[in-house]
């Protein structure tokens, strides 16, 4: 009996153990027999009576409960069901642990007991160190007359040893600070002297616990032994009061120990926050129990007096306790006593007053003073609910309200809303809406809708009033609607959802719009629909935008039947798309109101047609562009009649003054586009308003658009003909064929809408360049005269274009360039279309990947938000990813099926962890345990739905993939039925015309089968990816469709096979996880990804004139670890199914013929990162070695080769373990069983190891071999040599780094350093020629353009010509496209610049064209720093660069502002030479030659914090300052401008205004001395305080 028990409590712990650790040992159907097992063992252990028994069996289940309970949250790969079996032998277990521990401590051997106690306790819990301190202990619990101390010890729930261990702490604490040895004993006899009559021996030892937590910290914070002991004695006298008992009368129901326990907590945190233990006693406690409580039963008495001690808890932490909970106190209990809250007698619902008191208890929390929570319950909460409280006489349903009313608030101020939004701003205005609604039951309203006319209403309603009591019942259904709006925002909320625009926006549109259903039922069921709808799309913003359409229509148009308007506007909110829903506030304008719109007007909002919502939606179209039109011909008659009349007033008034004639219905395109309107009014009369029809109205619009835009000249010349004369103009404007052809007419209406919105529209104009160059080759394409042998016009046309476009210079340029490095002739000169027949297969993983993504998204992070609020990110491998991208693919990420996982135990653990505590543990806990099981049942349905789809007769789909060249074919790309910034009313419209446009980029499109053209593609793609041409091969982004179903995973597969086997590409590059997770996965179970990084040359200038970088997801810069690279050497490994593994051929747009095969060219080797090139060295130097053995082995070391060289690199870390770990010797040795040359040992493996490191330090050696073979590497290898320096720098920063390593990491510095140093050049840009000057410029306005991105870009007045005027004898304007400075879009490439800390200067703009061009003095534009010297003198004498590519490490620019002021406006040095004091050399050459100019004052803003940088790195300003001479230096040194970031992060700039003549007598002298012997130094401080007096 005794042998069994012990073999199985030893099982128990390693299976505690194991299931802890996640080991995959445990396998499911054995765990199930043991938790049988462990079960039944339980019974043996409570029941057996031996004592030395028990005590062995406790010592054990001790220490397996923590091991067991980890094991319920660490073990993901556990199924729900036995997790909740684990759960419930844990409380078990808990639950009977109780028991024994009675049975053990009630033997009659109590000495026996203690030493059995005393083994458990300290082998279990405590250090060695205290096992005096233990002994002690139990001495005093076994002395004379605390006999019965060790019953304490029993803890309801707890592990028994944590008051014995709080005993033991107090004993240890009275000794460190000389209290009477005494002492301990004395405490624990006034303890129990009243305290064990009061409660149970479990209540009592809770309590006392804490007590003697309490007492420790008195005693920690310095309170005498006399004070402690009196303290400690009124309070156990005071333990009869504060409890309500006067002996122990031991019921179920009695919690009043609890209340003690949360006192006893609150006076621990006062003496936590330096108050006393008696403010507590004397005044806090005092006050609570005086709060009126006398009308709730005595289950919400207790309720309610816990949660005013709780809120005690917060408030003892601030500086007036005692005002803040008086104040809380009185607001509460004077709101509950007030009006319809007395009415309803919400004194006594315990519920609500608990949401006050949390209420109180989040402003004290979040520091907020008493006055803010007075005026909360005071003026907030109650006057936000007068209203609805009017409502109803039934004191259930208004409880119910209020309660739901306030708890959704509490969850909504938790989740960031302001809470004087909720109470006064957002639902007021809800409730008189309400308050304004006639709401009926159901039958009663569907009984009023059937009525036809408002007298048989009218006839409906006095029956209704006379025959039953639904009027009275009106009150009733308003505050059912208000609780059921509040349970659905409560739902938002907890999904992590901002339902700000929800309250503010939806809502009172909702509301308003279905008022007339006349019941709260249908008005809930269409809200939450439509709550639905949008948030399904994440689109509560689009609420906003139709509330304000909405609000304009009613208010500013006078309707005669409102209702249809409301009919339409109901359409949109029940479709809730996004598209449609902006596609239709287009046209909702203030112009819309006039006269000629007034028929259109009708058709559109009040639906005369009974259009479906697609025609309206297409109506919308159509308005928002005639309205576009004659917006900007005002726009543009304004702006040409100010021009003429400040010309009039600037010259002498000879000409009569222009007259405001601003009428756009006269202008050459508002005549026109009369027209339009009024071929519209007939189409719509006759109800002919069919696609037809309107695709006609469409291109007549969008071929205004373009005559608009390239026909300006024309405009002009013809403004004075009347309409139809210009009609007639217009129509003979546009080839026939074109006008004739509809699909070339979709993409020049699409391309018209695209140049509209980059040119004239609300829309950024960053990229009008764009726009600009797309109209010029539209120009070409129009002005094409067809040739006499020509047989098709359009076709010829569109080649033309088409060569048109490729034969532009910098096109030539860098298709040449491309073609040198390997790319075939054929992509730049046609479209190359790949036929391929594959299986027919829905794409069931990305379905399960897209439940998941949800899954994980509304379940998990409500959960985090719940347990850390405020909470923004998480971090993921280094990387801070935000919520609500946590598990979402977007442009940034592709997420695979294991990516997904990850990311959900990285929240699972951190959920776990915070969850132990919690208030909400229980719901929390169920809440995951659900989502856990939904998981697993969408594990099984994807399981079984493979299998189906496996056992399946497999149809064939055919599919069209094109990789693009033409113009027009490019621009078609990325319609509106593909989601993204690229559609036409995206963000980044621009990118399809940009890429028409381009040589170096395109993109590549998927089509299936056109349903009406069988054995064709179709015109629109479903899926299509961008790409960019680098030196080294393609680079893949990432994947877009339509959202269609099916599994296109092997059309891209071969197409990447095809293209590298024709020698159409030098390579393929696809970064991690794209073109997304499903081709990246499918490629690298062939194919290894990169075990380094190598970096990528791409040629991208083609509007290197505008100085505006182009926009991509993010940049091509490297080739990471973990892309994959499919080349000709490694493509072949790339298997297909046996039916496709064929040799193909792309086929030629022209006439579909197929290409001919490419002979493969010499491409340039890529050059590997620093990482990789060590790695290949050791390498190939481990197999030439002849003493090296198993060189077999040398591949699979490779990964974690890789690893250790990276980590070694950038952090300095030298840990052998990664290769030790990374090669698993067994798993070797088995593979090549039978292979006795193969087999290797232990010692075997570390030589190898051993050699490995021995040769990757010998490499980063010779590196430093010479100073010769140092510059070689900068000059080469420049890349290297700054991976390199930042290795130096890791290992001077890392800690665990031995002083000799960092001795010799900081000698190798410095000579890097010193090459750094003697290889820069600095030029004054007074010094250099007309065209480096410009060159110089724009490359540090295209800097300041990404230094600045992420600050919402600097002030808009400093544009490119601004800089330029800087260097310019006289100012000049430059084309308004390089004039424009908008917001930087895109992410800032992170290492590439640091943040810039000199800010925008704010001379006056009228100050630049009041006063002489510099002020009278030569042009002096300031410095710049060259890595490397790339200069040479012209003809002239002046220095010029002999590239266009500067490389530019550190500049500082600035202009006179005044005769005697001069302002460095910009400055910035690039993060590989930071420390070599770049700036500040720049600032002091800046103070010499300003100095000889007369300056007396240069002034500069800089970022707060950088001044301190710029002293401690020079040796000079640090001296002065030191000396206390900065005020005399710097005279003026004040805040100056705030600037915001995109991040919403504040910067404050200070201004400085520096004495130039000061600091240059100090400098003369600084350097004098410093020149010559140090015991001159004496007489350096006498002399320059001489200087000062002078």
């Excluded at 006893?264 to 005086?290: G, Q, W």
């Excluded at 509330?547 to 208010?555: C, G, H, I, P, S």
């Excluded at 079984?944 to 496996?950: H, R, Y």
């Excluded at 970031?1541 to 404050?1548: A, I, S």
Aim: charged share 25%.
């Amino acid at each position: 009996m005794e042998q069994v028990p012990h073999v199985l409590l030893r099982t128990i712990i390693v299976i505690a153990r194991l299931l802890a650790q996640n080991s995959e040992g445990v396998h499911i159907v054995v765990f199930e027999k043991l938790v049988k097992t462990m079960s039944h063992l339980w019974h043996l252990v409570s029941e057996n009576p031996e004592s030395n028994f028990l005590a062995y069996q406790l010592k054990f289940v001790e220490e397996a409960l923590p091991s067991l309970r980890n094991a319920t949250t660490s073990v993901h790969c556990l199924p729900d069901q036995h997790k909740l079996t684990l759960v419930q032998i844990i409380e078990t277990i808990e639950k009977n642990r109780e028991r024994a521990w009675e049975n053990f401590l009630e033997s009659k051997n109590l000495d026996h007991v203690n030493h059995q106690l005393y083994s458990i306790i300290t082998k279990i819990t405590l250090n060695k160190e205290d096992q005096e301190l233990a002994q002690q202990a139990l001495g005093f619990l076994s002395s004379e007359g605390v006999s019965t101390i060790p019953k304490m010890l029993i803890s309801f729930r707890a592990i028994p040893v944590d008051l014995f261990l709080s005993f033991v702490n107090l004993i240890k604490v009275t000794g460190n600070k000389n209290f009477s040895y005494e002492t301990p004993r004395t405490i624990i006899e006034i303890f129990t002297s009243s305290a064990y009559s009061l409660w149970p021996v479990i209540e009592a030892s809770l309590i006392f616990r804490r007590f003697l937590d309490l007492i420790v910290a008195l005693v920690m914070n310095g309170d005498t032994e006399e004070k402690i002991l009196a303290v400690a004695s009124k309070l156990v006298t005071s333990f009869s009061t504060i409890s309500g008992k006067q002996s122990e009368e031991s019921s179920d129901k009695d919690e009043s120990h609890k209340r003690l326990c949360v006192i006893l907590d609150v006076m621990l945190l006062a003496t936590d926050n330096n108050h006393s233990v008696e403010l507590v006693m004397d005044e806090i406690v005092p006050l609570i129990f005086a709060f009126p409580t006398k009308d709730l039963t005595e289950e919400g008495r207790e309720f309610v007096l816990m949660k005013a001690l709780i809120f005690a808890k917060f408030a003892v932490c601030r500086n007036d306790p005692t005002g803040f909970i008086k104040a809380t106190l009185n607001a509460i209990n004077s709101l509950l006593c007030q009006g319809n809250w007395a009415a309803n007698n919400f004194a006594n619902d315990y519920q609500i007053i608990e949401v006050l008191f949390d209420f109180c208890g989040l402003l004290v929390r979040r520091m907020q003073e008493i006055r803010s929570i007075e005026t909360l319950i005071d003026y907030h909460i109650k006057n936000s609910l007068t209203i609805p409280l009017s409502w109803s006489k039934n004191k259930e349903l208004n409880r119910d309200m209020t309660y739901h009313f306030l708890t959704v608030g509490l969850q909504a101020v938790l989740n960031g809303m302001n809470q004087y939004k909720y109470f006064v701003f957002f639902f007021p205005p809800i409730f008189e809406s309400i308050s304004d609604i006639q709401l009926w039951s159901n039958d009663v309203s569907v009984r009023l809708g059937e009525t036809k006319t408002k007298g048989a209403e009218e006839e409906a309603l006095d029956e209704i009033y006379t025959n039953n009591e639904e009027e009275s019942l009106q009150g009733d259904y308003k505050v059912q609607l208000i609780i059921q709006l509040t349970k659905i925002l409560g739902e938002e909320i907890s999904k992590g959802h901002d339902v700000g625009t929800l309250i503010s926006e939806g809502f009172p549109l909702i509301l308003t719009l279905y008022a007339k259903t006349r019941c709260s039922g249908g008005i809930i069921n269409m809200t939450r629909h439509v709550v639905n709808r949008f948030q399904s799309n994440n689109n509560f913003a689009s609420l906003l935008e139709l509330k304000f359409a909405w609000d304009l229509v009613r208010e500013k148009f006078e309707w005669a039947n409102m209702e249809k308007v409301n009919n339409t506007f109901r359409l949109l909110l029940q479709k809730g798309n996004r598209n449609y829903t902006k596609t239709f506030i287009s046209s909702c304008k203030l112009l819309m109101n006039e006269e000629k719109y007034s028929c259109i007007r009708e058709y559109l909002f009040n639906n005369k047609g009974e259009f479906k919502l697609n025609q309206i939606i297409q109506l919308s179209q159509i308005m928002g562009m005639i309205i576009d039109l004659f917006f900007f011909e005002r726009k543009k008659l304004d702006q040409e009649y100010h021009s003429a009349l400040e010309a009039w007033n600037n010259g002498d008034k000879t000409d009569p003054e222009p007259v405001a004639e601003i009428n756009p219905d006269k202008s050459t395109v508002g005549k026109i586009a009369q027209t339009v309107i009024h071929s519209l009014e007939k189409i719509l009369i006759s109800g002919e308003f069919v696609e037809e029809n309107i695709s006609k109205v469409r291109e007549h619009l969008s071929r205004l658009i373009l005559y608009r835009n390239l026909f300006p000249d024309e405009l002009e010349k013809n403004k004075d003909l009347p309409a139809t004369q210009l009609n007639e103009i217009f129509a003979n404007k546009f080839p026939r064929e074109v006008v004739e052809d509809q699909a070339t007419m979709n993409v020049l209406t699409s391309l018209s809408q695209r140049i509209d919105k980059l040119t004239n529209r609300w829309y950024s104009k960053k990229y009008k360049h764009v726009a600009d160059k797309a109209v010029q080759c539209l120009d070409a394409f129009f002005s094409w005269k067809p040739r006499a042998e020509s047989k098709n016009h359009l076709e010829d046309r569109i080649k033309f274009l088409t060569n048109y476009v490729s034969s532009l210079p910098k096109n030539v340029e860098i298709s040449e360039h491309l073609m040198e490095m390997g790319y075939s002739p054929q992509l730049f000169s046609s479209t190359m279309t790949l036929n391929v027949t594959i299986d027919d297969k829905e794409n069931i993983l990305e379905n399960f990947k897209s439940d998941l993504s949800k899954l994980y998204q509304t379940g998990y992070i409500p959960m985090l938000t719940k347990l850390y609020p405020g909470i923004k990110d998480i971090s993921v491998n280094g990387l801070a990813v935000p919520l609500d991208e946590m598990f979402v693919d977007n442009w940034k990420q592709s997420l695979s099926l294991e990516d997904l996982r990850s990311r959900r135990n990285i929240v699972l653990k951190k959920i776990d962890k915070e969850l132990k505590g919690h208030p909400e543990k229980n719901l929390l806990t169920n809440t995951k345990l659900t989502l856990l099981s939904k998981e697993e049942k969408f594990e099984t349905n994807f399981e079984e739905a493979k299998m189906k789809q496996s056992l399946q007769i497999t149809q064939k789909r055919r599919y069209w993939v094109k990789v693009q060249c033409k113009f027009l074919k490019t621009v078609a790309t990325c319609g509106g039925h593909i989601v993204g910034c690229y559609a036409p009313d995206g963000d980044h419209c621009e990118k399809p015309i940009e890429n028409a446009l381009k040589s170096n980029v395109t993109f590549i499109t998927l089509h299936d089968e056109d349903k009406e053209n069988p054995g064709n593609p179709s015109s629109s793609e479903i899926e299509n990816l961008e790409v960019i041409f680098s030196d080294q091969g393609l680079y893949v982004y990432k994947l877009y469709t339509n959202g269609h179903k099916y599994d296109t995973t092997l059309a891209w597969v071969i197409l990447f096979k095809t293209l590298l086997e024709n020698n159409l590409v030098p390579a393929i590059i696809l970064p991690k996880q794209f073109p997304n997770s499903r081709i990246f996965t499918h490629i690298e179970s062939y194919i290894d990804p990169q075990m380094f990084g190598s970096t990528l040359s791409v040629r991208d200038d083609f509007f290197e004139e505008a100085n505006i970088e182009s926009y991509y997801d993010f940049k091509a810069e490297k080739i990471k670890i973990g892309d994959i690279v499919l080349d000709i050497d490694n493509i072949s490994d790339l298997e297909l199914p046996e039916e496709l593994n064929t040799k193909r051929s792309l086929l030629s747009s022209s006439k579909m013929k197929p290409l001919p095969r490419q002979a493969a060219k010499n491409v340039p080797a890529r050059q590997k990162d620093l990482s990789g090139t060590i790695m290949t060295t050791v390498i190939a130097a481990m197999t030439k070695d002849p003493t090296v053995k198993h060189k077999s082995t040398l591949k699979a070391f490779g990964r974690s080769l890789g690893q250790y060289i990276t980590d070694l690199l950038t952090a300095g870390n030298r840990n052998p373990s990664t290769l030790v770990v990374g090669f698993d010797l067994n798993q070797w040795n088995k593979k090549s069983k039978g292979k006795e040359e193969q087999a290797m040992s232990e010692k075997d493996k570390n030589e190898i190891i051993s050699k490995f490191i021995e040769l990757i330090d010998r490499e980063i050696d010779t590196f430093f071999e010479s100073t010769e073979k140092l510059s070689s590497e900068f000059h080469q290898f420049t890349e290297h040599f700054f991976e390199m320096k930042a290795y130096l720098h890791a290992v001077i920063g890392n800690k665990n780094a031995s002083p000799e390593e960092s001795r010799v990491a900081k000698e190798r510095l410095k000579k890097i350093h010193e090459v750094m140093f003697n290889n820069k050049k600095r030029i004054a840009l007074s010094e250099c020629n007309r065209r480096t000057q410009e060159i110089l410029i724009r490359w540090i306005f295209s800097n300041e353009d990404k230094v600045w991105r992420d600050r919402g870009g600097r002030p808009g007045e400093e544009t490119l010509h601004t800089f330029m005027n800087f260097v310019l004898p006289e100012p000049v304007s430059l084309p308004e496209e390089n004039s424009r400075r908008e917001e930087r879009e895109g992410e800032a490439q992170e290492g590439e610049v640091r943040r810039e800390e000199v800010g925008p200067r704010e001379t006056a703009k009228e100050h630049e064209l009041e006063k002489p061009h510099h002020y009278g003095h030569a042009p002096f534009g300031g410095f710049v720093i060259l890595g490397k010297d790339q200069t040479e003198r012209d003809e002239n004498g002046l220095l010029m660069l002999t590239t266009r590519q500067p490389y530019i490490v550190s500049y500082c620019i600035g202009d006179y502002v005044a005769k005697d002021r001069y302002e460095i406006v910009t400055a910035w040095s690039h993060n590989n030479y930071r420390g070599l004091g770049c700036a500040n050399k720049l600032y002091l050459e800046t103070i010499r030659v300003v100095e000889k100019e007369g300056v007396e004052i240069l002034l500069m803003d800089i970022i707060t914090g950088a001044w301190d940088k710029i002293t401690r790195s020079n040796s000079m300003i640090q001296l002065f300052t030191d000396l206390g001479l900065f005020q005399m230096l710097v005279p003026v040194f004040q805040e100056s401008y705030q600037n915001e970031t995109r991040e919403g992060k504040v910067e404050q700039f200070m201004r400085l205004e520096m004495a130039v003549i000061k600091i240059m007598k100090v400098v003369r002298i600084y350097e004098f001395f410093a020149s010559v012997s140090w015991p001159v130094w004496v007489i350096f401080f006498s002399l320059l305080l001489m200087c000062f007096n002078l």
